[in-house]
């Protein structure tokens, strides 16, 4: 087992803690972190994903059972359409059928999808018990397993999303990223979490393009590689949830850049978009705006493009209507309001656009 890095938040309101681990050779080692040796817990609930068990799950239960606590163990259908809150009462049943108690742990294995729902299930089950996430996606290591945001979205139809319309801020107690597992990922999946990156670069101009390539061709790259870049986008995060935990001094919002618009994208796409190429078109369309209302520069707003373009990211949504994804936009949780981009590393959060400058940037990133 190799810890590459460590890391701790503290949300002083709630007197939360927060512990991220980067390594490899983890899953095997689960039982091995002093966290699940100190013995504090009744019970364990595994929350994963059917694809991700299929890789992963023994590995990870096998490791738990010597910990000897009852465990029990939920598998949830790969994809957004498992954020369905429909869904909630069937993915929980198999919790209560076990010794659920609130000193029970809830662990998420899988995406951001799974680390999503179970963050919400356990800040809800008995009113709250323990989280901890176990990322397997570099979505997840990256983002989507950071900083407590946890829900499910709301289908209005089978053709309209809702994006995390039902959730709650709360800390994960641990956040166990393996970097091995980035191995086992698909093509579609590494474009998937290099979309959020594209977003740390723009709006904080780190990492740099050419730890975006090397995260392009990430099985080409050593586990020290890949971990040194994503404990970089995760401190990122993690210094901007420190200051501003639950969303309320405008310093968060600052990581929903690309996200106001991508997120109705994303919704209006109905699963036929992942959420890291939305977000790389919504950074486009956020420099768009950013140009449009003399923020930036044309040479600025095209050199983020073109980069985006070189790391064979969408700059572009096909087959929406302007129209559908402007009323997706009046469900986003920021009142209407915009991240934009004055420079590489320098954002300006709470800007409100004139909806006809809105409509045109959608009608430039439609095909």
């Not at 364990?44 to 990870?60: H, I, P, Q």
């Not at 738990?64 to 994809?79: D, W």
């Not at 993690?238 to 969303?247: A, H, M, R």
Request: proline content about 3%; some cysteine.
């Amino acid at each position: 087992m190799h810890i590459f890095s460590e890391q701790k938040i503290t949300v002083k309101q709630k007197e939360e803690h927060s512990n991220m681990l980067v390594g490899s050779d983890l899953l095997d080692n689960v039982h091995k972190i002093p966290f699940f040796e100190e013995d504090q817990f009744s019970s364990f609930l595994l929350l994963v994903d059917e694809n991700v068990y299929a890789l992963y799950g023994k590995r990870v239960l096998s490791a738990l059972k010597k910990l000897k606590r009852p465990i029990s163990v939920s598998c949830i259908p790969q994809g957004e359409k498992s954020k369905n809150f429909e869904n909630a009462g069937k993915f929980l049943k198999p919790f209560f059928r076990s010794t659920l108690t609130r000193e029970s742990c809830l662990i998420s294995l899988g995406g951001g999808v799974t680390t999503d729902i179970g963050g919400f299930f356990a800040s809800i089950l008995l009113r709250g018990i323990a989280a901890v996430h176990i990322p397997t996606t570099l979505l997840g290591q990256i983002d989507a397993g950071l900083g407590g945001k946890s829900g499910m979205d709301f289908w209005a139809s089978d053709g309209l999303m809702y994006k995390n319309m039902i959730g709650k801020i709360e800390q994960p107690y641990l956040v166990v990223s393996d970097v091995d597992t980035l191995s086992s990922l698909p093509p579609s999946e590494i474009k998937n979490g290099l979309g959020e990156m594209v977003k740390y670069w723009a709006g904080w101009g780190t990492p740099s393009i050419a730890q975006l390539a090397k995260i392009r061709d990430l099985k080409g790259q050593d586990a020290q590689t890949r971990a040194e870049i994503i404990t970089l986008c995760q401190k990122i995060k993690l210094d901007i949830v420190k200051n501003d935990p639950f969303e309320t001094k405008g310093e968060r919002q600052k990581l929903n850049l690309g996200h106001t618009i991508g997120h109705a994208l994303e919704g209006v796409a109905a699963g036929k978009l992942s959420h890291g190429e939305a977000v790389s078109i919504g950074v486009v369309a956020a420099a768009k705006l950013s140009q449009s209302i003399g923020f930036l520069t044309k040479e600025k707003a095209y050199y983020i493009e073109d980069t985006i373009t070189s790391l064979g990211l969408p700059t572009r949504a096909e087959k929406m209507q302007v129209k559908k994804v402007f009323s997706a936009l009046s469900f986003d949780k920021k009142s209407g309001t915009f991240v934009l981009i004055r420079d590489i590393g320098k954002l300006e959060t709470g800007v409100r656009v004139d909806t006809t400058l809105v409509r045109r940037v959608l009608a430039e990133i439609m095909l």
